[in-house]
């Protein structure tokens, strides 16, 4: 197996696994079982990434646009949390999985940059049912109606998917702009 297929698949298992430990600790009560996850999975892949630079500029870029997101969605009770958590902002194992998350944009889901009609089907598919998965574990509270939740969340992951890939060509065309002129 080459290393660029490698780290493709170390991709894609690091949201899974990091997935699976944040709703286990939220479900558990024990929220930072998957920020530590997260954490972990996030310098693993720094040290393994062919581009730090590009990477660490997605991250925070399309990150605090899921966190935001997550956070008005939190604020209009669309989103809810078990009682452990009684901030007035999503919990740190949600800002972990989102941080995982944006990193499959330029590495295991870039093969969807130019399909944009499958990016939208795809990512309110996968998206919503993220959370529904979410919310019938026990995770995190979906409003009722549950359908008028997860259509929410379906129509948010449907449209953040293609535009991330519009944020991250920006961001790769500029960072390969500023190494040039670095040079």
């Avoid at 902002?89 to 944006?102: D, E, G, H, K, Q």
């Avoid at 109606?145 to 129509?155: E, N, R």
Wanted: glycine share 8%; charged share 10%.
């Amino acid at each position: 197996m080459n290393r660029r297929l490698a780290f493709l698949i170390f991709n894609f298992l690091g949201l899974q696994i990091t997935w699976a430990a944040c709703a286990y600790g939220a479900i558990q009560e024990q929220p930072m079982f998957g920020v530590i996850v997260g954490v972990t999975y996030l310098i693993m892949h720094f040290m393994l990434t062919p581009s730090r630079r590009t990477d660490l500029i997605t991250l925070l870029s399309l990150g605090t646009i899921g966190i935001l997101l997550d956070y008005v969605n939190m604020q209009f009770g669309i989103l809810g949390f078990n009682a452990y958590h009684s901030s007035s902002f999503i919990p740190l194992w949600l800002v972990a999985l989102w941080c995982v998350f944006t990193l499959m944009i330029p590495h295991s889901l870039y093969w969807l940059r130019k399909k944009p009609l499958l990016g939208f089907i795809l990512g309110g598919i996968g998206g919503s049912s993220s959370y529904w998965l979410g919310h019938k574990l026990g995770a995190i509270n979906l409003h009722d109606p549950l359908f008028t939740s997860v259509g929410i969340y379906f129509i948010q992951w449907a449209v953040f998917i293609p535009v991330a890939f519009i944020i991250y060509r920006i961001i790769k065309q500029n960072t390969y702009s500023s190494n040039l002129t670095q040079a």
